[in-house]
């Protein structure tokens, strides 16, 4: 737990225990209101809200903290990350040569990320249809890359891809026979 928790548990426990005599104390006074008794009604109300203003300031404070962590993450990089937007408008607009020199930049500043290898191995044999580039290609991220997983992922990328490029056999033609003339 961070200093910051163990500040704020600790402030909620040293306000439980006079929030707890206050409630109490509320509770059996209202409980004596039930016979009649005005003065306790306003009393035990009294000590009911003491009690709910103890607690009120620690309560919040812990709810206001979970929610900023939950919107406001603490974690950061420490370097900028890959942007793979320019890479990608440039095999868009069918330059991909550009895309790979982009793409290569990226992996001179990440070298250990899987999607920039994933993507030169696509461009190479979907778009410029060099399986000698792609094996090229994707033997050395698979060399690059020390996580199994990612070599794994370039894998089964490569093997599907390269499925695309092989012919397939053109199928049958269905012969349809011929309309039969109406009576």
């Known amino acids: 737990m961070n200093l910051v928790l163990k ?20 509770s059996a006074l209202l409980m004596r209101a039930a016979d ?3 003065f306790d009604l306003i009393f035990g109300l009294a000590c009911c809200l003491v009690g709910a203003f103890c607690l009120a300031h620690p309560l919040a404070e812990l709810g206001a903290l ?9 974690s950061y990089y420490d370097k900028p990350q890959p ?7 440039q095999r868009a607009k069918g330059r991909f040569g550009e895309a790979l020199a982009a793409y290569e930049t990226i992996l001179a500043a ?11 191995v696509e461009i190479a044999l979907v778009d410029l249809r060099d399986p000698a580039l792609a094996h ?3 033997e050395r991220g698979r060399d690059r890359l020390k996580n199994a997983a990612d070599r794994e992922a370039l894998a ?3 093997a599907e891809t390269l499925t695309r ?15 039969k003339s109406a009576p």
């Open 83 to 89: 942007m793979y937007g320019i890479p990608q408008a």
């Open 36 to 38: 009649g008794r005005p």
């Open 110 to 120: 990440h070298p250990h990320e899987v999607r920039p290898h994933l993507a030169m």
């Open 66 to 74: 979970l929610w900023d962590r939950l919107l406001w993450s603490k």
């Open 165 to 179: 490029l092989e012919a397939k056999p053109a199928a049958k033609r269905l012969e349809l026979p011929a309309p």
């Open 7 to 26: 500040t704020m548990a600790w402030g909620l426990f040293r306000r439980l225990v006079p929030a707890a005599a206050a409630l109490a104390a509320g």
């Open 156 to 158: 089964r990328v490569y």
């Open 136 to 138: 090229a290609l994707y």
